[in-house]
């Protein structure tokens, strides 16, 4: 089935460091890919998403791009800062809910 | 408001008892799903409607799990005969359609003693 694998947290940055958070998919057909925060205490708000391959989903200095070939969906950000620390959750959807990884926690450190 | 509204936002209930779990989506907002979010885990599906109709419940994990929408809008989970393994984070979302963007509440947290 479909399914969803993303890089097992957590993440501890200082301020400023590059972050890359990977995931990888699996699917029967092409599904639309997304990320996904949660701050603590919050739901879950869509970070960004790609539809089609090679689009290139971005939001708040944060990018991702849709990599048919490897399947993948790497969340990418050139400088974090203390206010990104959260928990990402990847998924896909293909004509069916929302499927998610088990998310990644981020701590960012000052 | 212009969110999704859960309520309560936390639940305590003893082990045996039936709880209920509100929804209230983005007003417009046709489709509209359930997830189950354990600790430490991402959420998974429970079910999903369109409008009042229950298109999809193939994630509910048992028979004494049960969602409604009679008037396709506010929605009810509820949850007859709880057991520990039910506690968890229950969240829901709404979108526009189908495949468009979920839009998601902050959730009711449920834990059974």
């Known amino acids: 089935g479909n399914s969803v694998t993303q890089m097992e947290g957590p993440v501890t940055l200082s301020e400023e460091a590059f972050l890359t958070i990977n995931c990888t998919y699996t699917a029967t057909g092409y599904p639309s890919l997304f990320w996904y925060v949660q701050y603590p205490g919050e739901g879950l708000q869509l970070l960004l998403k790609?539809?089609?391959?090679?689009d290139k989903g971005s939001n708040k200095g944060f990018e991702a791009t849709y990599r048919k070939e490897t399947t993948s969906f790497h969340l990418e950000k050139g400088s974090v800062q203390v206010s990104d620390s959260a928990v990402y959750f990847c998924?896909?959807?293909?004509?069916?809910?929302?499927?998610f990884g088990k998310g990644t926690r981020l701590s960012v450190i000052a | 408001g212009a969110g999704v509204s859960q309520s309560p936002r936390y639940k305590v209930a003893k082990r045996g008892q039936d709880v209920a779990l509100r929804c209230d989506p983005i007003?417009?907002?046709?489709?509209l799903f359930w997830y189950q979010q354990a600790l430490g885990q991402g959420p998974e599906f429970l079910t999903y409607f369109q409008n009042e109709a229950q298109l999809d419940k193939s994630g509910l994990p048992s028979d004494r799990f049960f969602a409604e929408r009679p008037e396709g809008s506010v929605s009810t989970l509820k949850i007859q005969r709880t057991q520990q393994e039910d506690s968890a984070v229950y969240l829901c979302?709404?979108?526009?359609?189908?495949?468009?963007?979920?839009?998601f509440g902050d959730g009711t947290r449920l834990s059974i003693l």
């Open positions: 007003s417009g907002h046709v489709s």
């Open positions: 979302a709404s979108s526009l359609a189908f495949n468009q963007p979920q839009h």
């Open positions: 998924a896909q959807a293909i004509n069916t809910p929302l499927v």
């Open positions: 790609a539809t089609k391959a090679d």
